[in-house]
């Protein structure tokens, strides 16, 4: 099973970047998938999470109103579309999947987990 993120990148305060997460070995589509980040000297957190059939959602609030995240089961992919991007959005973003249906916030509820795509904003 593997996970690979990929779309980050280095972008003005402002701007947007749309990430991906390529699902491979097994299918996720009934699975939870969830995008959490990790900025230096802090703990990995929860950013966003959809259910398998993408019908429900949660953000963290500091993703609320500005990242979108969605799913294409047909190419095994996640993806979060971030906008308005600030400064400290800066981190490493990955994607994780669940066993699970449901969306939780919590990292251990994650069972697979991708290396992450380095997200830079600057000021």
């Known amino acids: 099973v593997q996970l690979q993120a990929s779309g980050g990148g280095l972008v003005q305060a402002g701007g947007s970047l749309r990430l991906a997460c390529a699902a491979s070995?097994?299918?996720?589509?009934?699975?939870?998938m969830g995008w959490f980040r990790q900025a230096p000297g802090q703990e990995r957190e929860f950013v966003a999470g959809i259910t398998g059939s993408g019908t429900a959602t949660d953000y963290a609030d500091s993703a609320k109103g500005r990242f979108t995240i969605s799913r294409d089961n047909a190419k095994s992919t996640v993806y979060l579309q971030m906008n308005s991007l600030k400064p400290e959005d800066t981190a490493v973003y990955c994607c994780?999947?669940?066993?699970?249906?449901?969306?939780?916030?919590?990292?251990?509820?994650?069972?697979?987990w991708g290396q992450g795509t380095q997200v830079t904003v600057s000021s």
């Open positions: 994780a999947a669940s066993h699970g249906a449901a969306v939780m916030r919590r990292t251990t509820w994650y069972n697979f």
């Open positions: 070995g097994r299918t996720f589509s009934n699975n939870a």
